[in-house]
Nanobody
């Protein structure tokens, strides 16, 4: 089992930056690939980025490539999502998730989820 707790969301103006954190716990946390997803009102939950605990093989959705950076600190059991040049369309609840798969962008492959943190970008 893995428990995930996100933090760092908030209300920011367009072009601002924000960093989200996800702390993992449980006996098997280190075995999982970590991902960030987001869900805007009335839309499906979508993949944002993923990374393994070694910090390699970061994968990004095209919509955030070049603006968002995912990183992992295994010593702190924390995955970060650094978001820059934020746009109003980035407004969503952001979820941290874990999958036993070695690489996946699909929500159905992720076994464990955090409670989510709200990010609101004003225009």
């Amino acid at each position: 089992q893995v428990q995930l707790v996100e933090s760092g969301g908030g209300l920011v103006p367009a072009d601002a930056s924000l960093r989200l954190s996800c702390v993992a716990s449980g006996s098997t946390w280190g075995r999982y690939l970590m991902g960030w997803f987001r869900q805007a009102p009335g839309k499906e939950r979508e993949f944002v980025a993923s990374i393994n605990w070694n910090g390699y093989y970061a994968v990004y959705a095209d919509s955030v490539k070049g603006r968002f950076t995912i990183s992992a600190d295994s010593g702190e059991k924390t995955v970060y999502l650094q978001m820059s040049s934020l746009k109003p369309e980035d407004t969503a609840v952001y979820y941290c998730a874990a999958t036993i798969s070695s690489s996946s962008r699909h929500r159905r492959d992720y076994n464990f989820w955090g409670q989510g943190t709200q990010v609101t970008v004003s225009s």
